[in-house]
C-alpha cells in the first residue's frame, strides 16, 4: 500500500542554519504531496503542496520539490528561526480526489537562538 | 474566513463509555475527514463525508462512527471507549470537488482522554 517515510527526529539547529527534512513515499500513480506543520497544542497547518512531478511548492521561505524519479519531496529551507520549531509531516494523497492522507510520523524541529 | 471548529477541545471519559465529538468546517467545504492522531500510531485516516455520505473509511473498528448534516458540520461517535482510544482527533475540511485544490485545512483538535 501506499506509504511515506520521513527522517527520524529531533533535528535541532541553530539559528540561521539551512534546513533538510527528508521525505519519501511509495505510491501507485502520481498522488499530490503536501508538508503540514504542527505548532504545540495546535492541529495542522498546511505549509506548501506540489500535484505533479517537477513542481515546486514554497511558502514562508520552506521549499520542497516533487521527485518522481527517486520518489522524494525533501522539505529545505535556507535560514531557520526559532519560531519555525514545530513538528512537520510529509503527507499524500492516497488517491486523487479521495481526500485521504497517508502521513509521516513527523518530524520535529527544535530552533535554537 | 473562520476556520475548522471543533469542539470541544478537551475531553475526559471513563471506559465504556461513549463520546461524540463536533466539527464545523469552513464555510463552503463539502468534504470533512477525521484522523485520530497517537504517539505510537501516529496521524491514521478514520473517515471522510461528502455531501451527507461517507466515501472513505480508515481500518478502524466499528465503534468509530461518523455522520455529516446538510450544512456539512460533522460528527464523531466512539462507543464503548477503551484506554486506547486516548488521542487528539482531528477534523479536516475541503472543498471536496475534486480537480487540483484537495488540500485539507485542519481544526485544532479534540484531546480525549478515557480514564
Known amino acids: 500500500g501506499n506509504s511515506v517515510t520521513q527522517m527520524e527526529g529531533p533535528v535541532t539547529l541553530s539559528e540561521e542554519a539551512f534546513l533538510t527534512i527528508n521525505c519519501t513515499y511509495t505510491a501507485t500513480g502520481y498522488p499530490s504531496l503536501f508538508w503540514y506543520v504542527q505548532y504545540p497544542g495546535e492541529g495542522l497547518q498546511l505549509l506548501l503542496k506540489a500535484t505533479k512531478a517537477d513542481d515546486k511548492g514554497s511558502n514562508k521561505g520552506f521549499e520542497a520539490t516533487y521527485r518522481k524519479e527517486t520518489t522524494s519531496f525533501h522539505l529545505e529551507k535556507g535560514s531557520v528561526q526559532v519560531s519555525d520549531s514545530a513538528v512537520y509531516f510529509c503527507a499524500l494523497e492516497e488517491a486523487s480526489g479521495t481526500y485521504k492522507y497517508i502521513f509521516g510520523t513527523g518530524t520535529r524541529l527544535k530552533v535554537l537562538a | 474566513k473562520a476556520g475548522v471548529t471543533q469542539t470541544p477541545r478537551y475531553l475526559i471519559k471513563t471506559r465504556g463509555q461513549q463520546v461524540t465529538l463536533s466539527c464545523s468546517p469552513i464555510s463552503g467545504h463539502r468534504s470533512v475527514s477525521w484522523y485520530q492522531q497517537t504517539p505510537g500510531q501516529g496521524l491514521q485516516f478514520l473517515f471522510e463525508y461528502f455531501s451527507e455520505t461517507q466515501r472513505n473509511k480508515g481500518n478502524f473498528p466499528g465503534r468509530f462512527s461518523g455522520r455529516q448534516f446538510s450544512n456539512s458540520r460533522s460528527e464523531m461517535n466512539v462507543s464503548t471507549l477503551e484506554l486506547g482510544d486516548s488521542a487528539l482527533y482531528l477534523c479536516?475540511?475541503?472543498?471536496?470537488?475534486?480537480?487540483?485544490?484537495?488540500?485539507?485545512?485542519f481544526g485544532q483538535g479534540t484531546r480525549l482522554t478515557v480514564v
Open positions: 479536516a475540511s475541503s472543498l471536496g470537488g475534486g480537480g487540483m485544490n484537495t488540500e485539507a485545512f
